[in-house]
Each structure stands twice: as C-alpha cells, then as structure tokens.
C-alpha cells in the first residue's frame, strides 16, 4: 500500500532564506506528484505537476524534483517570503488509478 | 462563477441526522472527488465519480452515500451522522485528459 511522508512537520524560516520541503513514497510505481498549497481554512491550490518521466519542473520561485527511484520529491522555495507562509502537501497519483495518495504536510512559516 | 464551489461551507448538526454536502463545477469535469481532511490522517478520499452514473469506493467510504447525475455535480450524503464523521470536506474534479485536480473551499462539518 503506498504511502506518503512529509519531513519536518513544521518548519519556521526567516525571510530571504532558500529551503527544501521534502516528500517520500514507499512505491515507486506512480504516474505523476503533485504538490500543493493550503493556506489556513481554505482549499487547496495546485502549484506544480510532475510527470513520472520529468525530472522536475519549475514556476517563479518555486521548482520541484522528483526521483522515483528513491521514492523522493523536493519543493525547493527560492527567496522565501512571508507570503509564502502555509501548509505545502504533496500527493502521488498511482499507475492506473485516478486515486491521490496524500502526505500529511509541512507547516512552513516565513518570519518577517 | 467559474471554478469549483462547495455548500455549505460550515455545518453542525447532531448525531443521527442526514446531511448533505454539495459539490458544483463548471468545467464539465468528468472526473469528481471526495475527501475529507482530518489532523493526524491528512487528505483521504472517500467517493470518486468518472462520469455521470459512475460512482466508486476510496478509502474511507463506510456512512457516506454519493450520487452523480449530472456532470457538474457530486453531492456527498451523510445518512445517519456521527461524532467521527466531524472533519473538513473537500470536493474535487479533474478533466479527462487533465492531469491536475483542483479543489473546492471546503465545508467544515462539526458532528455534536
């Protein structure tokens, strides 16, 4: 059964910084990843779709990885702001199957 | 208004009541989804629909019913409420040849 895991939890940076959210799937075999962003008490608004055959893809500041063969994805969060400031939550799309498998999410909290 | 709505977006009621959450989009959407967000569990789909009149299990669909008759909506029925059936709700719909889902505001249901 896949799972998903998101490392940390929670993450609180100070403004300008870089950072990496990382997200981890126990079976490789997946047709895309996804990853999104919820901001507290509403949905959740897709920020980059990752094909299995892509490597990464990229907008603005944001640029996501993905290495199936280690069951690994990174959100890569250039120049954070406090705007940015939200829950990020990665979910895997499995080979045949229009089902999403979700991680439980990072916290992240840009400092002013 | 375009998009994807969700109604109502917060509900109580008591244990034992039928309640219904309903799901709007006016993409034309084949796909539909449910899922519900809890703390601890993250994202987990309940119903999905590929089409009008297709409807199928997820993963938690024990005390939920949904129906599909026509494309744009995807009504989610708690027939006989309870406690654990209090959460967050999201619908969501993906396009046939789409690869994204995109998600609904949410209804907070609170189950006393």
């Known amino acids: 059964k896949q799972e998903v895991t998101q490392i940390p939890a929670a993450l609180s940076v100070p403004e300008g910084e870089n950072l990496v959210l990382n997200c981890s799937f126990t079976?490789?075999?997946?047709?895309?990843l996804q990853w999104f962003r919820q901001d507290p008490g509403k949905g959740l608004t897709s920020l980059l779709l990752i094909q299995s055959s892509q490597r990464e893809q990229t907008s603005g500041r944001l640029n996501a990885s993905l290495d199936k063969s280690s069951g690994r994805s990174t959100l890569y969060i250039a120049a954070s702001q406090p705007g940015d400031s939200a829950t990020y939550l990665c979910?895997?799309?499995?080979?045949?199957?229009?089902?999403?498998?979700f991680g439980s999410g990072t916290r992240l909290l840009v400092r002013p | 208004d375009a998009g994807i709505t969700q109604s109502p977006r917060y509900k109580i009621t008591e244990t034992g009541r039928q309640v219904t959450l309903m799901c709007h989009q006016t993409w034309s959407h084949s796909y539909m989804f449910w899922y519900r967000q809890d703390l601890g569990h993250g994202l987990r789909l309940i119903y999905y629909s590929a089409a009008a009149d297709i409807t199928d299990k997820g993963e938690v669909p024990d005390g939920y019913v949904v129906s599909r008759s026509k494309t744009e909506n995807f009504p989610l029925t708690l027939e006989s409420a309870t406690r654990s059936q209090t959460s967050v709700y999201f619908c969501?719909?993906?396009?046939?040849?789409?690869?994204?889902?995109?998600f609904g505001p949410g209804t907070r249901l609170t189950v006393t």
């Open positions: 969501a719909s993906r396009g046939l040849s789409s690869y994204e889902q995109y």
């Open positions: 979910a895997v799309r499995e080979d045949s199957s229009y089902k999403l498998i």
């Open positions: 079976d490789s075999a997946i047709y895309n």
